[in-house]
């Protein structure tokens, strides 16, 4: 009869609100205990969750590393460049972009400045004398090296092509050569003198004892212009060139696209063979 006795007992209790009040207890303090587990570590390690990437891009590499610290991430640097005005250790490009959700500890590659100037030998740079100044301004520009119009000189081929090139004052492409050792600074900027088709001299043609129409030829070949044509004969007939100005000796030059003038009469002087 006890054992019927306890076994009653026990299945009585079983059935009491003190024991579900028990189960209950235990129920909510392990609840509460898995959810203070799981929030902890999403305090402390972000267990199971993706984070917002900083933005690094701008920032020294130094910055980066303690903000990427902080975050849980790693800062590889992948690849170094030279840009001009900019000093080195600066972060120019980040992979993962800025914003890109991702998980403690990831990698992120960054691209940063370089802190010493790259330089080139003038052999290693395209051909430039006689070339279009355009064209090599162009292909400079991918070596990181700038060019500008020093001046301009007269020269009877093509126009705005480059007849000299310097670097620091000093001539290192010209049409006796170039300088093949002469190292540049990417960053620098070279200096050409370019061609042009009008402003150069010329000497001064004789023109005494030529037609009106021999003297235009002469002119136009050597880039001058007629000017004031001064008549002191008969207009009718072959005008024959017995004076002009400026005077020719041989020597005398004078610039391209000036007017010489002339007198003319409707005679051939008696000392023009």
Same mark, same amino acid.
């Given at each position: 009869?006890?054992?019927?006795?306890?076994?009653?007992s026990f299945w009585s209790y079983l059935k009491s609100k003190t024991f579900v009040r028990h189960i209950l207890l235990?129920?909510?303090?392990?609840?509460v205990l898995?959810?203070?587990?799981?929030?902890?570590?999403?305090?402390?390690?972000?267990?199971?969750?993706?984070?917002?990437?900083?933005?690094? *891009?701008g920032k020294s590499l130094t910055d980066a590393e303690g903000l990427s610290?902080?975050?849980?991430?790693?800062?590889?640097?992948?690849?170094?460049? $030279?840009?001009?005005?900019?000093?080195?250790?600066i972060v120019t490009d980040q992979n993962p972009k800025p914003g890109s959700m991702v998980k403690e500890n990831?990698?992120?590659?960054?691209?940063?400045?370089?802190?010493?100037?790259?330089?080139?030998?003038?052999?290693?740079?395209?051909?430039?004398?006689?070339?279009? $100044?355009?064209?090599?301004?162009?292909?400079?520009?991918?070596?990181?090296?700038?060019?500008?119009v020093k001046s301009y000189a007269y020269d009877p081929g093509e126009p705005n092509h480059i007849l000299e090139v310097y670097y620091n004052g000093q001539l290192i492409v010209s049409k006796?050569?170039?300088?093949?050792?002469?190292?540049?600074?990417k960053g620098s900027v070279l200096e050409c003198v370019v061609s042009r088709r009008d402003?150069?001299?010329?000497? *001064?043609?004789?023109?005494?004892?030529?037609?009106?129409?021999?003297?235009?030829f002469i002119l136009e070949s050597s880039k001058l212009q007629l000017g004031d044509i001064v008549n002191k004969g008969d207009e009718s007939g072959v005008l024959y060139?017995?004076?002009?100005?400026?005077?020719?000796?041989? *020597?005398?030059?004078?610039?391209?696209?000036?007017?010489v003038s002339v007198t003319v009469t409707g005679s051939k002087p008696v000392d023009c063979n």
């Open positions: 009869m006890s054992g019927t006795n306890e076994s009653d235990i129920l909510s303090v392990f609840v898995l959810l203070l587990i799981q929030w902890s570590l999403r305090i402390y390690t972000h267990h199971g969750q993706k984070l917002e990437l900083p933005d690094f *891009i610290e902080l975050h849980d991430f790693q800062i590889v640097v992948s690849d170094s460049i $030279f840009i001009i005005g900019k000093k080195g250790g990831r990698k992120i590659y960054v691209t940063v400045t370089k802190f010493i100037k790259e330089t080139v030998r003038v052999a290693d740079l395209p051909t430039l004398y006689g070339n279009a $100044f355009e064209q090599k301004k162009t292909e400079l520009k991918y070596r990181d090296i700038d060019c500008v006796d050569g170039r300088m093949d050792n002469v190292v540049i600074e402003g150069g001299d010329v000497t *001064i043609p004789n023109l005494r004892c030529k037609d009106l129409d021999e003297a235009r060139i017995i004076a002009q100005s400026p005077p020719y000796d041989g *020597i005398s030059n004078i610039k391209m696209g000036d007017k």
